[in-house]
């Protein structure tokens, strides 16, 4: 069965601080892992997705992720933080057993301070 | 081109009543589904429908039920409403035939139940 973790409700970093949020996954077969944002009274919005052979990701907004197989991990990273990204994160996977299903994480608020 | 597009954006209902929420998915996706992001939960998937199938369903009692029309617009319905009932009703769609496609978000149904 697939499952998503994100072991950290909450995320602050000072605006310009580089960022991370973390995500480690569980599959049967080979993960499709996504990232997604949502911002305070609006639906989910894609941020980036896995693919094979690449194991950082660039995505939206200056977000990237990198995939460690042997850690089941994929963490969302960016350089330099804005206040404008404060949002709710959620880290997602399928994998090629499970149909289509997504199954989501709890969600990584992440505050940035000015 | 028009998102993914919800109705009601609030509902209120009593315990015991049913409820019905609506969702059309973007031109030419064939694929729908529905989440629950209740408090402090993250989004719990709910159904998934393709070309008017019920493909996959999340660990939620049959009184969660739903349908997928023609055009690919889908209705959610849950009966007899109970408390814990109340969250955001999000509904996604996506093209179908690769398991790494994204899912496009509506804004979301916000169920209350009193």
């Known amino acids: 069965a697939q499952s998503v973790a994100q072991p950290e409700d909450q995320v602050n970093v000072a605006e310009g601080n580089p960022l991370t949020v973390k995500c480690t996954y569980s599959?049967?077969?080979?993960?499709?892992l996504f990232w997604y944002v949502q911002y305070p009274n609006r639906g989910l919005q894609f941020l980036l997705k896995?693919?094979?052979?690449?194991?950082l990701v660039k995505g939206s907004y200056g977000f990237e992720a990198e995939f460690n197989k042997s850690q089941t991990s994929f963490h969302l990273k960016k350089p330099s933080a804005l206040v404008s990204d404060s949002a709710l994160y959620f880290c997602a996977v399928r994998d090629d057993t499970g149909g289509f299903k997504t199954i989501f994480g709890a969600g990584t608020r992440l505050f940035v301070k000015a | 081109e028009a998102g993914v597009t919800q109705s009601p954006t609030h509902l209120i209902k009593t315990r015991g009543q049913q409820a019905t929420l609506r969702c059309s998915p973007i031109?030419?996706?064939?694929?729908v589904y529905w989440y629950q992001q209740a408090l402090g939960l993250g989004l719990q998937f709910l159904l998934w429908y393709d070309e008017g199938e019920e493909r996959n369903r999340g660990n939620f009692p049959p009184r969660f039920s739903g349908r997928q029309f023609p055009n690919y617009s889908s209705e959610l319905n849950v009966n007899a409403l109970e408390l814990e009932d109340s969250a955001l009703y999000l509904c996604?769609?996506?093209?179908?035939?690769?398991?790494?496609?994204?899912?496009?978000f509506g804004s979301g149904t916000q169920l209350s139940v009193l």
């Open positions: 599959v049967s077969g080979n993960p499709y």
């Open positions: 896995y693919i094979t052979g690449d194991n």
């Open positions: 996604a769609s996506s093209l179908q035939g690769k398991r790494n496609e994204k899912l496009f």
């Open positions: 031109s030419g996706h064939t694929s």
